[in-house]
């Protein structure tokens, strides 16, 4: 543990940091605007120019805001993960649910394409609306599936290994479309699986981080028993805790985060495996009084860190989201694990 | 309203205080609900009641039944039938929390957490009370000091847990079933995989709990020769449903305790309370 002092010293920095990337998210893409604009742009003076103003309004500020909403969405339920089931393997891909949600994003874009089911023109917005719901849909009943389950079950370690199968299953499924599905569909279903923050309206961007802030106040609530459950099912039942029903609630919340973010943006690799991590290392602490709001800070803030990088490249050619939040964040885990494993041994 | 009131914690530990028993098994069938419908019955039928103040050593070979009568006591595991009575209230209409106030364990449980410090897992001890936020009201921090001084570890107050030594680890568990105030601390195996000196401080400790801090012990142990040094009540449990119960001397004496150990070649010697090679 390290000291409150200290703490507190990174809780400031934190939030800061996330003002910072988040303006620079907002400043830096394929058109760079400059930052009198982009002031202008956020305290509505009417200075701005036109077209900057419309590029930060409809496209930067609605993907800075799901990016952020989705990195603290996949931090909170990779920790809630990683607590339930006493597994620092665990994250939003273990459970089978994001492939739920590819699955149902499959059926809608493959079977659908199969079908002639192809729509054009002004029905493309009921598209993108479709296939978030075909994602949502598919997310939701692989959750319901493994809350079945849990409940029937109530050891962990049987819940998670069911859920990888479950997740085997899916993909394999998917796969299998796949191989049956014409080029145009499959570029199509593709792309939806390399993930990107920048398909949300503003209206939906912000919905999302209403969303995801309401379930993390909710989650606030559990500080305690997410501690208990630190020292084993056993221990947490003596303190008084219902721990089969606690572990239900705790992979209904993330499951639905998960459902959440990947419905609209993809599936977005290693963030919820990574953040709680990360926020160990750096807190040195276990206490979820301290790492709820710390993989808040740190899921928002690396999330937007990554969004950025996707945009380095310039021009109109980002690079996939998947792609960035894997390359940065397996190193990243990689480096915590071995620094916190020479810390603790020493 | 007021039958709520009757059953709260507090009530119990009052009633418990008169009429000195603090638990009663009655008809107790215990052991494992596998899948499906198959029950592994390890004993039929416990009949037992354990009153204030004592320190009951359960003795009895590996798969004898212990560890599971110790968890279906707290309702860690369901019992599969019979009932458990504390202070005249059935365990099944208590809820956790409440069972929480009225007893403590400490299991064999490892914890794999790296971060936890001493404190933070003495701290959990006070999760059946306080506030739902998880911050400690200034009773609790009171209660947590205490707890950390009745064992002896103040100095390991803010050392992480998993950098301590077995035995200092047993007596930060100890620590936190004291902090959680309950009348009835249970252990299963205290004193394994500690070192002989340490295995006599941990049952110094318990004894200390019993004399000066009116709490009453039941612990599972192999120790069998130290058991028989502190205990001032045995179980002794056997397969095929084999329970005895006594005071130490009684049960040496009559021969139960070398019948329990039976192997070919040891026996237990009454006179110096150790088991030697049959010459």
Known sequence: MISGKHTNVIFIILPLLIVLLFLINLWYGSVVINWIDVWDTLIFSGNANQSSQIIILQYRLPQAITAMSVGIGLSISGLLLQTTFSNPLAGPSVLGISAGASLGVAIMVLLGGAVGLELSGALLILEDLSIVLAAFAGAIVVLLIIIFVSGKVGNAVTILIIGIMIGYLVSAIVGTMQFFSSAEDLHAFILWGLGSFSKTSVVQSISILVITLVVMVATLAFVKPLNAMLLGQQYAVSSGFNVKLLQSVFILISGFLIALGTAFTGPIAFIGLAVPHIARTVFRTSNHRILLPAVVLIGAALTLGCNFISKLPGYDASLPINAVTSIVGAPIVIWVIIKGRRMSNG | ?279
């Open chain 2, 1 to 279: 309203m007021d039958n709520s009131k009757l059953n709260s914690p507090e009530n119990i530990k009052t009633q418990l205080t008169s009429d000195n028993q603090l638990l009663r098994i009655e008809n107790l069938r215990i052991g494992y609900n596998l899948s499906g419908s198959k029950i592994v019955s390890l004993h039929n039928n416990i009949n037992i009641t354990v009153a204030e103040g004592e320190f009951i050593a359960m003795l009895g070979p590996n798969g004898a039944g212990k560890s599971t009568l110790l968890k279906s006591l707290t309702a860690i595991i369901p019992s599969l039938s019979g009932n458990i009575y504390y202070g005249g209230k059935d365990l099944n209409n208590l809820s956790r929390k409440e069972i929480a106030k009225l007893v403590a364990v400490v299991l064999t449980d490892k914890i794999a957490d790296r971060y936890l410090t001493a404190y933070d897992i003495v701290g959990t001890g006070r999760y059946p009370y306080g506030s739902f936020t998880g911050n400690l009201t200034s009773l609790d921090k009171e209660k947590i000091v205490d707890a950390f001084t009745v064992v002896g570890a103040e100095e390991l107050t803010n050392r992480v847990y998993y950098s301590l030594s077995d035995g200092e680890k047993q007596k930060i568990m100890l620590a936190r079933a004291i902090a959680q105030d309950t009348p009835l601390i249970l252990l299963d195996e205290p004193t394994a995989y500690i070192d002989s000196p340490g295995k006599v401080i941990i049952m110094n400790l318990l004894n200390d709990l019993v004399l000066k801090h009116n709490k009453t012990i039941l612990l599972t142990t192999h120790d069998t020769e130290l058991a028989l040094n502190y205990a001032t009540r045995l179980w002794l449990l056997g397969k095929e449903n084999y329970f005895e119960e006594g005071n130490p001397a009684d049960m040496i004496n009559s021969g139960l305790i070398n019948k329990l150990f039976d192997r070919e070649g040891v026996v237990f010697n009454k006179n110096n309370r150790r088991f030697e090679i049959k010459n």
